[in-house]
């Protein structure tokens, strides 16, 4: 885990107990793939995450498909 990240979490504390699913943009120009591949193992148990190829910042404009078919799989039992 990065430095810069550990002091995000340090700020933030523990993650919310629910499953979450982190997905992120592999070209994001905001937050850099770094910090999504840090996020992943800092969330609670049940969790997820996820890079999406070919998009950045704005993956559920960018990819729509990808991006739902990562969340539907998420949801559904």
């Known amino acids: 885990m990065s430095s810069a990240y550990q002091e995000i979490q340090d700020v933030l504390g523990t993650p919310p107990p629910q499953p979450t699913l982190y ?5 994001d120009g905001c937050i850099g793939v770094e910090f999504a591949e840090n996020a992943a193992a800092g969330l609670s148990v049940g969790s997820s ?6 998009a950045g ?21």
């Open 23 to 27: 997905i992120h943009g592999r070209n």
């Open 49 to 54: 995450a996820a890079i999406i190829e070919d």
């Open 57 to 77: 910042h704005f993956a559920q404009v960018e990819q729509p498909e990808e991006f739902n078919r990562l969340v539907l799989e998420f949801i559904q039992p």
